[in-house]
């Protein structure tokens, strides 16, 4: 359960030698925090060290003056793009539920009327603890036939094109919101190992909810795939601009077709089961410019939300 790993952290880096500061909040789900430029609050942050678990979202506001004309991160070979917020440039760092802990290099290009300049900081990813499930199962229940193969593997390339587009355009804002409201499995990393074979981690999180539950948008974008799936059943991808995505999957029913324009709450579809699915639940993804992320570390931003100090 989420809510029994409140794990939060908070932390910030500081460069006396460099025109700017960067604030990293790290986001999770039980505590809301709010962002401070260049005075950040609750720092957990190792020796300054911006850090984070695996899977998590880091939100880096970069206080800089003025409006640069170029921004532009890049962390593990993943592109990190900014937009303009109340106070300055402020981008969504996501760490892959698999990324090495350890330290590695956030790099910030940065250019406005005076050069271009480029930033570094050290980002300390954590180890997050995920659920291991052992399991032994009769052989013709884990393979799939030949048939079964080929579909699986074109709707994967299928997924995969469609998550490389990077709409440079931001759609969302403000605050996430639930999809649905029901039992969390606290399911997102984790692995199975069936008949001593490790299997791809859990890549979202599984909300039990009664059939028919209305699925909500977690936030404005674009409605940029729906699917019947093998394994994902009835599935939409939203497209969130600068490289988020949100999946919804398993649905019994999808109300929004390619290319329309959703609203943050509007009913994208019904709960189901379809798909490789035992019971009605929600399996709920979040991608960030590729990273696979715990959609409910997004839930507690409060990006261009008023400042207040909270406990
Ligand atoms: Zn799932």
């Known amino acids: 359960m989420m809510s ?17 500061v960067v604030a990293i909040v790290l986001l999770a789900s039980v505590f809301p925090v709010d962002l401070f430029p260049g005075a950040p609050h609750g720092q957990h942050g190792v020796d300054g060290q911006l850090s984070g678990k695996q899977g998590q979202v880091l ?66 990813v954590m180890k997050e603890k995920y659920p291991v499930q052992h399991l032994t199962l009769p052989k013709d229940k884990v393979d799939l036939d030949d048939e079964s193969l080929v579909r ?45 074979q490790a299997r791809s981690p859990h890549n979202g999180e599984d909300i039990a909810a009664p059939l028919g539950a209305e699925v909500l948008a977690m936030n404005d974008g674009v409605a940029r795939l729906t699917v019947d799936h093998f394994f994902a059943g009835k599935g939409v991808f939203l497209d969130h601009g600068l490289g988020l995505y949100s999946m919804y999957f398993h649905l019994s029913d999808i109300t929004v077709q390619n290319g329309d324009r959703v609203k943050r709450g509007q009913v ?8 490789r699915a035992t019971g009605p639940h929600l399996h709920w993804g979040v991608r960030l410019n590729g990273a696979r992320v715990n959609p409910y570390s997004l839930l507690a931003l409060s990006v261009g939300q008023p400042l207040s100090a909270r406990q």
């Open 4 to 20: 029994a790993q409140p794990l939060w952290q908070t932390g910030e880096g500081r460069r006396p030698d460099l025109w700017a």
């Open 59 to 124: 939100l880096v506001h970069v206080p800089v003056k003025g409006q640069p004309t170029d921004i532009a991160g890049r962390f593990l070979s993943r592109r990190v793009p900014f937009f303009q917020g109340e106070s300055g440039p402020v981008g969504l760092l996501g760490i892959d539920m698999q990324d090495a802990p350890g330290t590695h290099e956030l790099s910030i290009d940065v250019t406005d009327s005076q050069g271009s300049k480029r930033l570094s900081f050290n980002v300390l």
């Open 152 to 196: 699986v593997k074109a709707e994967q390339e299928q997924v995969k094109t469609a998550l490389e587009e990077v709409s440079p355009e931001r759609f969302w804002e403000g605050g996430f919101v639930e999809p649905v409201h029901g039992t969390i499995s606290g399911a997102f990393g984790r692995v199975r190992i069936i008949n001593g």
């Open 268 to 275: 994208i579809g019904k709960v189901g089961a379809s798909g």
